[in-house]
């Protein structure tokens, strides 16, 4: 008789190796597929390869990170495979951790790969079978078992764990076969977005801009109705627009904003700490005593020298003008500028480049203390399928070890009496 075995994990990343080796470790049977060569891709290139594993806040705080169906969804999860027992396993594994600025946490190693090693060494300690190379086609249930179809092998299974991640940053494995399969079991697929994406502008900014950052500035994106998005931090200046933490972080809302046909255009704040009023008295109070500065020098001590000859033409003021040929409605204009630089409108944002995809399967059809489907008895989900996206801070990795965790442990529970 074909071998039937307790689990089949399809998808080797975070949320699937997470669930294998919590599931193995309840002594169910394993078999994990992953359809690369190698395991854990889209960790190793997470946190720039240096993986922002978690975020050291309590877990009520992580919660609070993320919108609030996600946050309701997650808390029985977050709180069943907390942060800090994700991080004494990892360091009982050998990969010491330290925490960054905003709580976000790190292998002291800096090297991705130590976690995924990590997790590829929980695995084989338990007994997880790992198949990588096997891509799965095809996923079908008749009676009691699911029928799990690769290039090579008709395999049988008695429950199914889905964690094959979003659709974004394909070339790293995650091609959106997951919700196709779920889609044929009655699921509903929220629609798939963006999220944690670079913005592309038009105008494209200019090349010589490219690799600037502007440091601790807020990014406004602004439509016909006002503010849709803002965030407080650092802003890049890239080949096709804007990405860095701000535009990341803005990337969701903006795209919701353009699907309903709205044009969105960025702008940045170079004094988000100061008002109008005060950065105009900052501004007399700096200029006098250096009335023979040329304003593009002056303007040069606030922002990046690449990006100051826009400014000041943003501000309608001749880069010869000394500071004290600048008039009073010049200061002005210069005031609002740097308050509200407009560095261009949002022409796309691509899915591909999103750190996260947002939307996926929908949460009010998996049960939260289990992962397991409403729908098909046996068949968890897990990690970025579902409609979840938190910010940046490792709040994406948290949410798919936790769900992962939980997902496995019951798809082994789900089977046998003695747990
Ligand atoms: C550039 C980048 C940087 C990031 N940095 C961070 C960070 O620092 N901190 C953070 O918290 N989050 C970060 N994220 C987000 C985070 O990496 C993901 O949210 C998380 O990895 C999702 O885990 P997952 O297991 O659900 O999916 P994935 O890690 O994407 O794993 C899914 C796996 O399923 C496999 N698969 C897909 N289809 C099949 C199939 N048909 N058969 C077999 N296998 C299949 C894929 O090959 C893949 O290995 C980053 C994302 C990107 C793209």
Redesign the pocket.
């Given at each position: 008789m074909k071998r039937i075995r307790d689990v089949i994990v399809?998808?080797?990343?975070?949320?699937?190796m997470i669930a294998a080796w919590r599931a193995a470790s309840l002594n169910a049977d394993v078999l994990l597929?992953?359809?690369?060569k190698k395991?854990?891709?889209?960790?190793l290139?997470?946190?720039g390869g240096k993986?922002?594993?978690?975020n050291g806040s309590d877990m009520q705080t992580m919660l609070q990170q993320f919108e609030k169906q996600e946050s309701r969804f997650l808390k029985f999860a977050f709180h069943t495979f907390t942060n800090t027992q994700l991080l004494s396993l990892l360091h009982h594994h050998g990969v010491e951790t330290y925490v960054r600025e905003n709580g976000k946490v790190f292998p002291v190693s800096h090297n991705a790969k130590d976690v995924v090693d990590a997790f590829a060494t929980l695995m084989v300690s338990t007994g997880v079978e790992i198949q990588c190379n096997?891509?799965?086609?095809k996923i079908s249930k008749e009676q009691n078992y699911f029928t799990v179809e690769t290039p090579t092998q008709t395999l049988l299974s008695q429950s199914v764990i889905i964690?094959?991640?979003?659709l974004?940053?394909k070339k790293?494995?995650?091609?959106g076969?997951?919700y196709e399969w779920v889609k044929h079991f009655g699921h509903t697929i929220v629609p798939l977005r963006p999220a944690l994406a670079p913005l592309y502008l038009t105008p494209v900014p200019s090349p010589h801009w490219q690799g600037t950052p502007i440091r601790d500035c807020t990014l406004y994106a602004v439509s016909k109705d006002g503010i849709v998005a803002q965030w407080n931090g650092d802003v890049l200046f890239t080949h096709f627009g804007i990405s860095g933490p701000s535009a990341l972080e803005v990337s969701k809302k903006v795209f919701i904003v353009m699907e309903s046909g709205q044009q969105v255009s960025m702008h940045v704040d170079f004094f988000p700490e100061l008002q109008h009023e005060q950065l105009e008295r900052k501004l007399i109070s700096d200029i006098s005593g250096n009335t023979n500065k040329q304003i593009t020098t002056f303007i040069g001590q606030y922002v990046p020298e690449r990006i100051v000859e826009y400014v000041v033409s943003q501000a309608q003021i001749d880069s010869n003008t000394k500071l004290h040929q600048l008039k009073k409605e010049a200061r002005k204009r210069l005031i609002h500028v740097l308050k509200s630089c407009f560095i261009g409108k949002v022409r796309d944002i691509p899915l591909d480049r999103g750190?996260?995809t947002a939307g996926g399967v929908a949460l009010h059809e998996i049960n939260p203390t289990t992962m397991e489907s409403k729908l098909v008895k046996g068949l968890f989900l897990?990690?970025?399928?579902l409609d979840i996206a938190g910010p940046v801070?490792?709040?994406?990795?948290?949410?798919?070890f936790s769900t992962?965790y939980v997902a496995g442990e019951n798809a082994a529970k789900l089977f046998s009496s003695s747990l």
């Open positions: 399809i998808g080797g990343g975070a949320a699937g597929l992953e359809k690369n395991l854990g891709i889209k960790i290139i997470s946190g993986c922002n594993i978690t096997s891509p799965v086609k964690a094959t991640g979003g974004s940053y790293t494995g995650t091609t076969d997951g750190e996260v897990c990690g970025e399928i801070g490792g709040y994406n990795l948290q949410a798919a992962g």
